[in-house]
C-alpha cells in the first residue's frame, strides 16, 4: 500500500467513527477524532511534498470502479505539483480550523456531527484534488457540495439555514449539468475520461469541429466551455454566485474552510488541472476571463454597502474567486493557483476572525451594531487588521504578491481582453481594499453602538481560537514569499524568486508576457496606489467624516438601493425560472396534462375497446371473476380469429 | 437453439417458485387467531427463499450469456406447452431483488396490518413466487401465466389493504395492466402461430420475422410493457395505486412490479423484434425524455408523500427505458443497473414513509416539518435514500444515471441533454422534499414520535448497505450483464452489421 492513502483515507475513517460512534460514545471528545486524522493527513501531505520537490510523481489506480463496454474507469491518484499545492492548502487550512472549531462549537449538541461533517468535507475535497480522471474529480465535485449542503442547514431548525443549504445545492447542479457532458463529450472523443491520455491527445484533435445539437462547434471549445459550467458553479461566479453569500448561513468555520479557502476554489483547481484543453480554445479562455473580470467587480460593488459582516467576506471571496478566474483565463494559470494558495490563507483568516467577533458578539452580525472593539480583542483586532492589509495588496503580503502578478501578466499576456480585465482587475484593487478597510474601521474603531449587555460581554477568544488565528496569520504574511516577482527578487538579491512559478512550470507552463520592466515596475505600482488609496478613502469615511457615507447613501439612493439588493439577481431567477416552473407544475401539468387531458385519452382506450362506453361503469364492478371472463374471452375470440381465418 | 449449462444440482429455480407458493398453503392450515404464527411462518418462508436464492448470485457464470440453472419439463404436449425456466445475466439480479424485497415487505408490515393478517401474508408469498416466475419463464404461456397471476394478489393488496380510495386505486391498476396484457397475449398468439406453434421462447427468439410483422408486434407487446413500466403517457394509474397501497404494496410495486416492463422490452421486444426495435427507438427515446421531465416538474407540487414518490419514480423508470432504447452498452447495462437501483432506492422510501405513516397516519408534507430533531437515526436513513434518488456519487443511483446518460448521449445527443436536466430537478423536488419534513422547526404533531425501533431498522439496513455497495464498487453487478448485453446488442444491430461502438461512432462524426 502506498503511504499517500491515507491522505483521504484517515479524514475518511474519522467520519464514519463519528458517524456512528459519535452520538453514543464520543460526544464531548468527537474532536479528538477529526483533528488527529486531519492532523495525520497534514503530515502525510507534507511528506508527499518533499517526495514532489525530489521530482517524483505518482500517477496509478487503486480499483476499477466502473467497466461498462469501452467505458473503464478508476478511483486513481495522480499526485503532480498542482495536487501537491492543492494538499499543503486543503490539509493547512482544515486542520487549522477543526482546531478552532474545538473552541467556536465547544457546546452545541450536534458537536460530534459538525466535526464528521468536517472530517467527510476533507476527505472529498482531497478526493477532488488527488483524482487522475474526471469521473473521480465529479465525485469529490459532488462529495464536497453535498457537505457543504449538510453544513449550511447544520442548523436545520432554521427556514434561513436549510434554504440555503438546498440553494446551494441546485445552484450548483446547474453548473454539474454542463460539467457531466462535459466528461461525457470527453469519453465519446478520446474513449477514456483519464488525464493523462485525454491531455496528450486532445492537441491532436483541437481543430475539430463537432456536431452539438446541430450547431457546428469547435471540440477543444465545446468541451472546455462544458466543463467551464462546473467551475462556475462550484466557485460561485456569474451568473451562478447566488448561492454563495446565502451560504454564510453555516457556522462561520465551514464558511472560512469550505466558503473561502477549499472548496469554492475547486472550479479554479479545475480550470488549472484542464489547461491542456482551456489553452486550446480562445473563446473559452475569453469567457473564462470575462466570467471572473465581471464576476469581480460585480461582487466588490456590493460588498461596499453590506452590514452583514459575513456577508460581505462572502462577497469578498466571489470577487478574489473572480481574480482567479481572471488569471486562468487569460493564461496565466500558475499566478491563478498562486493567488488561490495566499487567499486560502487571508481570507480563512478573515473568516474566523469575523467568527471571533462573533463568538463576543454573542452571534451578531450587523456592522452598525459593533465598534470600538479592538480594546477588547486585541488578537483578534491584529489578525484581522493583517488580513486586510493582505487582501488590499500592500506589498510584502502574501495577497500582494499573487494579486500582482495576476495584474501584470493580464496586462502583458497574449490575451485579447486582457487590457481590459486588468483595467477592471484595478478598480477592484481600490474597492477590495476600501470595503476591507471599512469593516475593520466599522468594526474595531470607534465607540461601541451595542447594547449595554452585549458591551459587558465582550472579551477575546479563547487560545483554541486564537491560536489559529495567528498562525493563519503566518500564511497572511509569508505564504507569497515563494512567489516573489524576479522583477523584485532582482532588487533584493535573489535570483529566481519567483520560485512558485518554477514549480508549476512542469504542469502548468510558463505564462507568455511581452513587457518591458518600467511597464512591469509602472503596473507594480499602480495596483499598490490603488489598494492605499481605498484604505484612506475608507479611513477618511469611516474614521474621520464619519457622515459621508450615510450623505452619499442618500444623495445616491438608486444605485445604494440596488448594491443593497445585490442588483436583484435572486429576484430575476425567482421570476424568470422558480415561479414559471412551478406555476407549469402545479396549474399546466398536474391540473390539465395529467388530470384532462391523458386520463380521457387513457381511459378512453378501454372504452374503445369495451365498445359501448355506458358498459363501462358496469364493468368496474371490482370483481375479479368479470375481469377474468373478460380477458378469457377476449383471447377466445382472437386466438379463434387466428385459427379460423 | 442456445447451449444450455446447469451450476447446481438440485432445481433451484423451482424451489424458489413453488416455496414462498407452499408457504402460502402451509399458512392457509394455521389458525386465524394466531397471528404470530403467521407472521413468523411467513417471515422464515421468506428468509428461507432468499438463502436459496444466494446461490444464484455466487454461481452464475458470468462468462457466457446463455441460460443458466435451466429446468425443462413437457407441461401440456399437445399445445407444446413446456415448464421452461431459466436466467441469464438480465434476468438473475431481480430474482435476487423480488427474495430481499419480500422479507423486508413482512418485516415492515409486522404491526401495521391489522386486519386479514393470514390473507394479506398469503398474497404477498403468492405474489413472490408468481414475481420470481415471471423472470424465470422461457415459455411464453409460462410467462403469461405468471405475468398475469401477479396482478391477482397485487389487485388485492391495494383493494383490501389500502388507504380510504383503494377500490379505485385497484381497477385502475388492474384495468390499466390487463389491457395492456390482453395486446401482448395477441401478439404471443401469432408468434407461437409464426413458428409453426412453439411457445419457446429462445427458439422463437432464433428465428426471424418479417419487417411488418415486427413492427405490429413490437406495438402489441409494447402495450403490456408501457403500461407496467409506466411509459408517460400510461403512467396515471401508478401514482393513484401507490398512494392507496399498503407500505408492502408500493414496495413490491415500485422495487419488483414496474420492472418487469422495462424487464419484458430487454427480454422479448429487443431480441424478437430487432429491426422494428431499432426503426422505433426515435419514439421510444422521445417518450423516455417526456416521462423524465414531466416526472420531475410534476414532482415539485406534490402535497402528498407517496405521490410525489410514484411520480418520481415516473421519471427514473423513464431513465430506464431510455438506456435500453440507446441501444448501446453502456445504455442498456446502465438501463439495468438503473432498474435494480431504482428497486432498492424507491422500495426503501415506500418503506421509509411506511414506518413514519405507522406513527403518524397522514400522507401530507405540511403535516410534518422538524422530523430529523424527533427522529435522527430515521432521518439520516432517509437522507442516504434521498441522495442515492439524485444520483450522488458512491450511490448506486449514480452509476446507473450516469452510464445511461452516457448511452443516452451517444444515442441521440438531445436525449443525454435532456436526461440531464432530469437530474437538476430531481435534485430540486427531493431536497426540497427533506427540507419540508425534516428540516426546519419541529410541527407539533410530529413532536412526539419515537425513532425506529430494530425491527424498522433492520428493514432498511440491507438497502442502505446496497446503496453504497453498488455506488463504490459496481463491479461485481455489472459484471452480471456484459456477456448477455453484448449478445443481446449483437443480435439487435445485426441487421446494420457490428455493435455500434459509441467512440467509434462519434469520432467519425467529428470528421
Request: charged share 10%; glycine share 10%; net charge positive.
Given at each position: 500500500m502506498n503511504y499517500y492513502l491515507l491522505i483521504p483515507f484517515l479524514p475518511l475513517t474519522a467520519f464514519l467513527i463519528n458517524i456512528l460512534f459519535g452520538k453514543k460514545y464520543l460526544q464531548e471528545r468527537a474532536h479528538w477524532v477529526s483533528i488527529l486524522a486531519v492532523a495525520g493527513s497534514w503530515v502525510v501531505a507534507v511528506a508527499t511534498l518533499l517526495e514532489v520537490l525530489k521530482g517524483k510523481t505518482v500517477n496509478e489506480n487503486l480499483y476499477t470502479w466502473v467497466l461498462s463496454g469501452s467505458f473503464e474507469v478508476s478511483i486513481g491518484f495522480?499526485?503532480?505539483?498542482?495536487?501537491?499545492?492543492?494538499?499543503?492548502?486543503?490539509?493547512?487550512?482544515?486542520?487549522?480550523?477543526?482546531?478552532?472549531?474545538?473552541?467556536?462549537?465547544?457546546?452545541?449538541?450536534?458537536?460530534?456531527?459538525?466535526?464528521?461533517?468536517?472530517?467527510?468535507?476533507?476527505?472529498c475535497m482531497l478526493m477532488l484534488v488527488m483524482a487522475n480522471n474526471f469521473l473521480q474529480l465529479y465525485f469529490g465535485w459532488e462529495g464536497v457540495g453535498l457537505c457543504s449542503y449538510f453544513l449550511i442547514g447544520y442548523y436545520f431548525n432554521k427556514k434561513s439555514a436549510s434554504d440555503a443549504g438546498k440553494k446551494a445545492f441546485i445552484v450548483n447542479r446547474f453548473g454539474d449539468f454542463g460539467f457531466g457532458l462535459g466528461i461525457i463529450v470527453i469519453f465519446l472523443t478520446f474513449g477514456t475520461i483519464y488525464y493523462e491520455p485525454v491531455f496528450t491527445q486532445i492537441g491532436g484533435v483541437a481543430a475539430q469541429t463537432i456536431s452539438f445539437l446541430g450547431y457546428e462547434v469547435n471540440l477543444a471549445t465545446l468541451i472546455a466551455l462544458l466543463l467551464l459550467c462546473g467551475a462556475i458553479g462550484k466557485s460561485a461566479q456569474m451568473p451562478l454566485h447566488v448561492w454563495l453569500p446565502d451560504a454564510m448561513e453555516g457556522p462561520t468555520p465551514v464558511s472560512a474552510l469550505i466558503h473561502a479557502a477549499t472548496m469554492v476554489t475547486a472550479g479554479v483547481f479545475l480550470l488549472a488541472r484542464c489547461s491542456p484543453i482551456f489553452s486550446l480554445s480562445e473563446p473559452a479562455m475569453v469567457v473564462a476571463a470575462l466570467i471572473g473580470a465581471i464576476t469581480s467587480i460585480f461582487a466588490a460593488t456590493i460588498a461596499l454597502v453590506q452590514n452583514d459582516i459575513k456577508r460581505i467576506i462572502a462577497y469578498s471571496t466571489l470577487s478574489q474567486l473572480g481574480y482567479m478566474f481572471l488569471a486562468c483565463g487569460v493564461g496565466a494559470y500558475t499566478a491563478g493557483i498562486f493567488h488561490l494558495y495566499t487567499h486560502a490563507f487571508f481570507k480563512a483568516l478573515l473568516f474566523l476572525c469575523a467568527g471571533s467577533v462573533m463568538h463576543a458578539m454573542a452571534g451578531e452580525l450587523d456592522l452598525q451594531k459593533m465598534g470600538g472593539l479592538k480594546k477588547y480583542m486585541p488578537v483578534t483586532y491584529a489578525t484581522m487588521f493583517i488580513a486586510s492589509l493582505s487582501i488590499s495588496g500592500v506589498p510584502g503580503l502574501a495577497g500582494f504578491f499573487s494579486k500582482d502578478e495576476i495584474l501584470w501578466l493580464a496586462y502583458a499576456g497574449p490575451s485579447p481582453v486582457g487590457k481590459f480585465v486588468w483595467a477592471i482587475g484595478t478598480i477592484v484593487a481600490f474597492l477590495t481594499a476600501f470595503y476591507s478597510f471599512r469593516l475593520i474601521f466599522l468594526t474595531f474603531h470607534g465607540e461601541f453602538r451595542g447594547t449595554h449587555e452585549q458591551e459587558h460581554h465582550l472579551h477575546e477568544s479563547p487560545k483554541s481560537m486564537t491560536i489559529p488565528l495567528m498562525l493563519l496569520t503566518v500564511g497572511a504574511v509569508a505564504s507569497g514569499w515563494v512567489g516573489i516577482p524576479n522583477l523584485l527578487g532582482e532588487v533584493i538579491g535573489i535570483e529566481h524568486s519567483n520560485w512558485f512559478s518554477g514549480f508549476m512550470n512542469p504542469v502548468l507552463g510558463h505564462p507568455e508576457a511581452h513587457g518591458t520592466h518600467a511597464e512591469e515596475w509602472m503596473l507594480m505600482g499602480i495596483s499598490v496606489l490603488a489598494g492605499l488609496t481605498g484604505i484612506g478613502f475608507a479611513a477618511v469615511l469611516y474614521l474621520v467624516k464619519k457622515d459621508i457615507p450615510v450623505t452619499l447613501a442618500q444623495k445616491f439612493s438608486m444605485i445604494y438601493k440596488v448594491l443593497w439588493n445585490k442588483y436583484y439577481v435572486d429576484e430575476l431567477y425567482s421570476y424568470t425560472i422558480v415561479r414559471p416552473t412551478l406555476w407549469i407544475s402545479k396549474n399546466i401539468l398536474m391540473g390539465i396534462t395529467d388530470a384532462r387531458i391523458i386520463e380521457l385519452i387513457v381511459n378512453g382506450v378501454p372504452r374503445a375497446i369495451g365498445g359501448v362506453s355506458q358498459h363501462l361503469r358496469k364493468v368496474q364492478t371490482g370483481l375479479l371473476q368479470h375481469y377474468a371472463a373478460i380477458m378469457a374471452t377476449g383471447a377466445l375470440i382472437i386466438g379463434a380469429w387466428i385459427l379460423l381465418r | 437453439m442456445e447451449h444450455i449449462t446447469t451450476n447446481l444440482g438440485y432445481p433451484i429455480l423451482s424451489t424458489l417458485i413453488f416455496l414462498p407458493i407452499a408457504g402460502a398453503v402451509l399458512l392457509l392450515f394455521i389458525r386465524r387467531s394466531n397471528a404470530t404464527l403467521i407472521k413468523w411462518t411467513s417471515l422464515i418462508v421468506s428468509v428461507i427463499t432468499f438463502i436459496l436464492s444466494i446461490p444464484l448470485f455466487t454461481h452464475f457464470d458470468k462468462s457466457t450469456y446463455t441460460m443458466q440453472f435451466v429446468e425443462k419439463h413437457a407441461w401440456i404436449p399437445s399445445w407444446d406447452v413446456m415448464y421452461y425456466v431459466g436466467l441469464d445475466g438480465i434476468s438473475v439480479l431481480f430474482v435476487l431483488l423480488s427474495t430481499l424485497v419480500t422479507i423486508l415487505c413482512v418485516l415492515i408490515s409486522w404491526d401495521a396490518i391489522r386486519e386479514k393478517i393470514k390473507e394479506f401474508y398469503i398474497a404477498i408469498l403468492i405474489m413472490e413466487g408468481a414475481m420470481i416466475g415471471v423472470f424465470c419463464a422461457l415459455d411464453f404461456m409460462l410467462f403469461y401465466l405468471f405475468w398475469e397471476a401477479m396482478l391477482i394478489p397485487m389487485y388485492l393488496l391495494i383493494g383490501v389493504w389500502g388507504g380510504p380510495n383503494r377500490?379505485?386505486?385497484?381497477?385502475?391498476?388492474?384495468?390499466?395492466?390487463?389491457?395492456?396484457?390482453?395486446?401482448?397475449?395477441?401478439?404471443?398468439?401469432?408468434?407461437?402461430?409464426?413458428?409453426?406453434?412453439?411457445?419457446?421462447?429462445?427458439?422463437?427468439m432464433s428465428m426471424t420475422y418479417p419487417y411488418t410483422m415486427q413492427v405490429w408486434l413490437f406495438w402489441a407487446f409494447f402495450a403490456a410493457f408501457a403500461v407496467k413500466v409506466p411509459m408517460f403517457p400510461m403512467h396515471t394509474w401508478l401514482p393513484d395505486a401507490h398512494t392507496e397501497a399498503p407500505t408492502a404494496g408500493s414496495v413490491i410495486l415500485a422495487a419488483v412490479l414496474i420492472k418487469m416492463g422495462a424487464y419484458g422490452f430487454l427480454r422479448f421486444s429487443l431480441p424478437l423484434f430487432p429491426e422494428a426495435s431499432k426503426a422505433m427507438t426515435p419514439a421510444m427515446l422521445v417518450l423516455s425524455v417526456i416521462a423524465i421531465v414531466y416526472g420531475a416538474v410534476i414532482c415539485l407540487m406534490q402535497t402528498d408523500?407517496?405521490?410525489?414518490?410514484?411520480?418520481?419514480?415516473?421519471?427514473?423508470?423513464?431513465?430506464?427505458?431510455?438506456?435500453?432504447?440507446?441501444?448501446?452498452?453502456?445504455?442498456?447495462?446502465?438501463?439495468?443497473?438503473?432498474?435494480?437501483?431504482?428497486?432498492?432506492?424507491?422500495?426503501?422510501?415506500?418503506?421509509?414513509?411506511?414506518?413514519?405513516?405507522?406513527?403518524?397516519?397522514?400522507?401530507?408534507i405540511a403535516d410534518y416539518g422538524g422530523v430529523a430533531t424527533v427522529m435522527p437515526v430515521y432521518a439520516a436513513a432517509f437522507m442516504v435514500f434521498t441522495l442515492a434518488s439524485i444520483g450522488l456519487p458512491a450511490t448506486n443511483g449514480f452509476i446507473g444515471e450516469f452510464l445511461i446518460i452516457l448511452g443516452g448521449f451517444a444515442a441521440r445527443q438531445w436525449a443525454g441533454v435532456l436526461a440531464a436536466t432530469g437530474i437538476i430537478i430531481g435534485a430540486g423536488y427531493m431536497l426540497w422534499l427533506y427540507q419540508r419534513v425534516f428540516f426546519m422547526e419541529v410541527n407539533p404533531k410530529v413532536a412526539e414520535l419515537s425513532d425506529m425501533n430494530g425491527r424498522e431498522f433492520l428493514a432498511l439496513i440491507p438497502m442502505i448497505i446496497l446503496i453504497f455497495w453498488i455506488g463504490v464498487y459496481p463491479t461485481p453487478f455489472l459484471g452480471f450483464m456484459h456477456e448477455t448485453v453484448s449478445h443481446l446488442l449483437e443480435r439487435v444491430n445485426t441487421g446494420s452489421g457490428m455493435e455500434i461502438k459509441v467512440a467509434e461512432q462519434i469520432i467519425e462524426s467529428i470528421k
Open positions: 495522480l499526485i503532480d505539483q498542482l495536487t501537491t499545492v492543492m494538499l499543503i492548502v486543503v490539509t493547512t487550512c482544515s486542520t487549522l480550523i477543526h482546531i478552532y472549531s474545538v473552541g467556536y462549537m465547544h457546546g452545541d449538541k450536534g458537536y460530534y456531527r459538525f466535526f464528521a461533517y468536517l472530517s467527510l468535507f476533507t476527505f | 377500490i379505485y386505486a385497484a381497477v385502475k391498476f388492474f384495468l390499466f395492466t390487463l389491457v395492456g396484457s390482453v395486446l401482448m397475449l395477441v401478439g404471443i398468439i401469432v408468434l407461437y402461430f409464426y413458428a409453426g406453434k412453439t411457445f419457446n421462447i429462445l427458439e422463437l408523500l407517496k405521490r410525489l414518490i410514484a411520480y418520481s419514480s415516473v421519471s427514473h423508470m423513464g431513465f430506464v427505458t431510455l438506456g435500453i432504447f440507446a441501444l448501446n452498452t453502456q445504455g442498456v447495462e446502465g438501463g439495468i443497473l438503473q432498474m435494480i437501483n431504482h428497486g432498492i432506492i424507491t422500495g426503501a422510501l415506500f418503506l421509509s414513509i411506511g414506518i413514519i405513516y405507522e406513527r403518524t397516519h397522514t400522507r401530507k
